[in-house]
């Protein structure tokens, strides 16, 4: 029982059930039109022969009315009648002359002779009166106008398509236990892919992601399969995503809670009368406290733009201008004896959601700087291309690089590459996510190439739009 929107409980169907009913109802109707067009064609076939024949017998006989004796007719009379066909030799004012069936009554004989009123001397007719098909002709017999009639009664046709019928009721019946059993069959078998699917749904539900949907009996089936496989592999994808997020957030949370609560106690115990440590113990918990800000904005920035809750808003703007204002809010960085090294031409604009290209910029030059070389220095241009059509953006470190195997997966939500796990590097592992997302949002063409030992190269094209309006058209 299930119910609806309306909270009525309704009887659901079993589709094995209904298979075999709708098998069965078909049986049924196939043969009960296979019996009917069995009567129809046998009813009028035997009726067509019997006229024939009616026809070739009055034929035949009229040949012998002139030349044959009573008794010769009358024995070819008996002989047709054990046939089927009755024999009537009639005058011309409608008596009975000869007839070999004695169980006649007058009614009838009056009505078969009413039929050949109107015959010409020499001419024939075939027709049918009640339950019979009848040939008559006008002929002469021994210097006298006769009426032969030959007739065949319907109601033997009908006998014997009887009979026949008879015969025929038991195939019917096998035939319906054959097709019932085979509806049994083809409902169980089109009914196993279902089931099976349904158990191994089931056990996906319950956690067991090792189920593999697999039919191939039938093309719709095939499909629901690979269609289960596929949201058996984005569950997957997404249990392992909450596992690694709840992993990575927790780790990245404790730490700098940790260091607050430690620094915290510190100046309230030590260094709280003296300025300097007291100040330098604060600027730690400032530091963590910006990473722990940095973590939650990262994380609720990648929820708004997979949940499509952050809109892309485009609008033409200079990048040239934009990308300097971004560099001059890592100068901060030179103290600490960081080389910002920029080759950027002037004012190239483009077309784009200005704030998320914004975090597109402090992403990937935050990420060089925290993966760049000993000489602590970061390459970034700004080029409009050769073919006048777009501007790349790039970035470049001198670290130590990404592998090749791992290069496909910096994308992924915190990512890591092995060599540069436990390098001390703030930051969450969602920026490149967040920088993919915004691309990808933008239909922009990206990329990374790196080379272990020499660094690694982010790159970005961004749709080149000329200042000046007549320049587009």
Excluded at 64 to 78: G, R, Y
Excluded at 204 to 227: C, H, I, P, W
Excluded at 302 to 315: A, F, M, Q, R, Y
Aim: proline content about 2%.
């Amino acid at each position: 029982m299930k119910s609806n929107k309306k909270g009525k409980k309704i009887r659901l169907k079993s589709v094995n059930t209904a298979l075999f009913g709708y098998f069965c109802l078909l049986s049924v109707v196939l043969v009960v039109l296979v019996d009917l067009a069995f009567y129809i064609v046998m009813s009028t076939t035997l009726a067509d022969q019997a006229r024939d024949r009616v026809n070739a017998v009055g034929a035949e006989v009229r040949q012998h009315i002139a030349v044959s004796t009573d008794e010769m007719l009358e024995k070819e009379f008996l002989r047709y009648g054990e046939e089927g066909i009755d024999l009537y030799l009639f005058s011309a004012d409608g008596e009975l002359m000869l007839s070999a069936r004695t169980d006649i009554s007058q009614g009838r004989i009056d009505e078969l002779f009413s039929k050949t009123e109107g015959l010409q001397k020499g001419s024939q007719t075939g027709y049918r009166s009640s339950g019979s098909v009848n040939f008559a002709v006008r002929t002469e017999r021994r210097g006298e106008e006769v009426i032969l009639l030959a007739s065949c009664r319907l109601g033997m046709i009908a006998n014997a398509v009887g009979r026949a019928q008879i015969f025929i009721l038991p195939i019917s019946v096998f035939v319906i236990l054959l097709a019932l059993l085979i509806s049994y069959l083809v409902s169980q078998k089109m009914t196993r892919g279902f089931k099976n699917m349904s158990a191994q749904a089931i056990e996906l539900a319950k956690g067991n992601y090792s189920v593999s949907f697999a039919n191939a009996d039938y093309r719709e089936m095939a499909q629901m399969s690979d269609t289960l496989n596929y949201v058996r592999d984005e569950v997957k994808k997404s249990r392992d995503f909450q596992r690694d997020i709840l992993a990575n957030v927790t780790h990245d949370l404790k730490t700098p809670l940790t260091m607050i609560k430690a620094y915290a106690s510190m100046i309230q115990e030590i260094s709280g009368d003296n300025p300097e440590k007291r100040n330098k113990h604060l600027q730690v918990i400032i530091d963590e406290s910006d990473r722990l800000a940095g973590l939650v904005n990262d994380v609720l920035s990648i929820s708004k733009v997979n949940s499509g809750l952050d809109e892309i808003n485009p609008k033409v703007f200079n990048l040239t201008e934009y990308l300097y204002g971004i560099i001059n809010k890592f100068g901060y960085l030179q103290e600490s004896g960081y080389n910002l090294m920029v080759d950027i031409d002037a004012n190239l604009y483009t077309r784009a959601d200005e704030e998320k290209i914004g975090q597109v910029f402090y992403n990937l030059l935050g990420n060089a700087v925290s993966y760049t070389g000993e000489d602590k220095t970061v390459y970034i241009s700004l080029k409009k291309n050769p073919d006048g059509a777009r501007i790349r953006f790039s970035v470049r470190d001198t670290g130590k690089g990404i592998s090749e195997e791992e290069l496909p997966n910096i994308w992924d939500r915190y990512f890591r590459g092995s060599e540069n796990h436990n390098r001390p590097v703030k930051g969450t592992g969602l920026g490149l996510n967040i920088v993919k997302v915004i691309l990808v949002n933008h239909a922009f063409d990206f990329g990374a190439e790196s080379k272990e030992g020499e660094g690694s190269t982010f790159w970005v094209d961004f749709p080149y739009i000329s200042p000046d309006p007549e320049d587009d058209g």
